[in-house]
Each structure stands twice: as C-alpha cells, then as structure tokens.
C-alpha cells in the first residue's frame, strides 16, 4: 500500500528528473544570435563624408572623410564594394559594405558625379557634370582603363545602361537633353530635347522605353526607344521636382522622389501610370528598399536626415540625423535593382 506521504515523496522525485532533463536539452540546444544588418551608408554631400548607420539602434556608429562632393554611389558587380564617387576631387572611395572600411582611393578620374557599371560587368560609365563628358572604362573585375571621353550637352547628370551593355544613356541638366550613345563604337548615337532639367532616368524590363525625371518640373517623361530615333510617348504627372528613381524590387514597379512636392510617386511600369504615393518631408533624393521589401529609406536632402517609411503603412516611421545636404543611401541588405 502507497501511502500519501511516499506518493508526494515519489513525485517529486519524478519532477526533480525531468527538470534535470529539460535543463540539460535547454543547455545542449546552440544559441542562435540574431542576424547583423549590413551598415546603411549615406553621403553627405557638403560634409566630404560618408554617415555610416547602425540600422538597428538606427545611431551613427562612424563618419568617413572622402573627397570633395561626394553625391552618388554604386556598389562594384561582386558586391564586395561600394564606390563613392567624389565630384570634386576626382576621385572614388571604395567601401567594404560589411565593416564599412575603406579599401582604396583611385585618383584621377575626372569629377564622378554619377557612375554605373554595365550589366555585362566589361564596363564602367561615369558622367562628369561640371565638364560636360561622359567617361567610358574598361573594366577587368577590380580595376579601370579609361577606354574614351566623351563630350556631351552641358551638364550631363544621371545614367541608364541597357539590359545587353549596348547603349548609354544620359541626361543633360542643362541643355535639356537625353542622349544615347552607343557602348560598343563609343560615340552618340543620337540626341532628343526633353522638358527642364531632366535629371535621374531608367529603362523598363525589355529596354523599349526610358524614363526621365524632370527636376524642373513636375513630371516623368517617358521615350519610346526601340526604334533608329526616340520618341516621347508619355507624360506621367508624379509630383514638383521629380528627381530620383528605385526600382521597387518586384519587376514591375519603380519609385520616383519628387524633391519639392515633398512625396515619392510609385509607378506601375506596365500601365505607366502613379500606382502609390508616400509622403516624405525635407526634399526627398535618393532611395533605397530593404531586401524583405519592408522598407524604404529616403536622403531628406534639405533636412539632413535619413527618412525611414514603412512601406506597408505608408508612415514615415523615424528621422535619422546625418551630415549636409545627404544624398546618395545603400545597404548591402537590398532588394532587387
């Protein structure tokens, strides 16, 4: 017979063994540490600098001095670097995007305002904006040869490579122009005037169409290119100072950043009409999306911060503080180009 006082005794004996062996799984289980975000970089294009940001405690953990204006950057084909370009000093700074170290300075190429690799990785582009060229380099996987320069319309300001590394486009801020010029024979194949101060551009999916942001404007002109000779065939009313473009990540949809409206339009590449809006304050630039598409950080250009929106909801969530006139924004943690 099991008395009352025996039964307790045995059951918590019972108890003792298996909160032995639950403390033993617990402390044979590996820990896993959350995942670390790749560092957000942001140029400050009066600063000379490069705020770097932690994305989760979303502080600045370091400031790195470049050379003079730097405004745009592009990360190399392997992703191992992120190259600022440093209008100014004729130079790119070139960034690990994991521990934000610098790597090299190369000297010598004349005011990299804006920069683009082509998609065959043979080419590397940039466009001079105070010198008025276009500056077409070899590219062997780490290091440049000046291939030819080219001299354009006044003011040459963003650039768009074609899906088969053919052709080079550019517009021309101050002449109000968009040119094409071909990667292989390396001269223009043909100019177009467009509406005032065109500035970023981007080609849809099967390269028939360009896309130009009109700074001095309140638009979006899109050129039918598939032919000897382009032809504007649309006008999409975005938003005062439509200036910069990302694509959104899904193939289909690419933002716009409208500077004065204060707004970036989203638009639907198919239909080539405005999609979405959000609202973003302080002279919205340059953008880029998180890979998991949650996202969106936005270079507040006239505010000096970081804008942070919630794509699902809309919001602008948070304002990070940066350096003087931010422009260029990248993380390695991106979604689709």
Known sequence: ????????????????????????????????????????????????SVSVLDATTWTETRRIATGKQPHHLYMTPDEKSVIVANALSDSLTFIDPKTAEVQRTVRGVLDPYHLRFSPDMKWFVTAANRLNHIDIFRWDGSNMTLAKRILTGKTPSHLWIDSKSSTVYSTMQDSDELIAVDLQTQTVKWRTKTGPMPADLVGTGDDKRILVALTGSDSVEVYDVSGPQPARSKVIKTGLGAHAFRAFGDGRHVLVSNRVANSISKIDLQTLEVVGRFAVPGGPDCMEVTRDGKQLFVSSRWARKLSVIDIASGKLVRQVNVGKSPHGVWTLDHTSR
């Open 1 to 48: 017979m099991i008395t009352a006082s025996r039964f307790l005794s045995f059951s918590r004996f019972v108890l003792a063994l298996l909160s032995a062996s639950v403390l033993s799984a617990t402390a044979a289980m590996p820990v896993t540490a959350a995942p670390v975000k790749p560092p957000l970089f942001v140029l400050n294009s009066l600063d000379d």
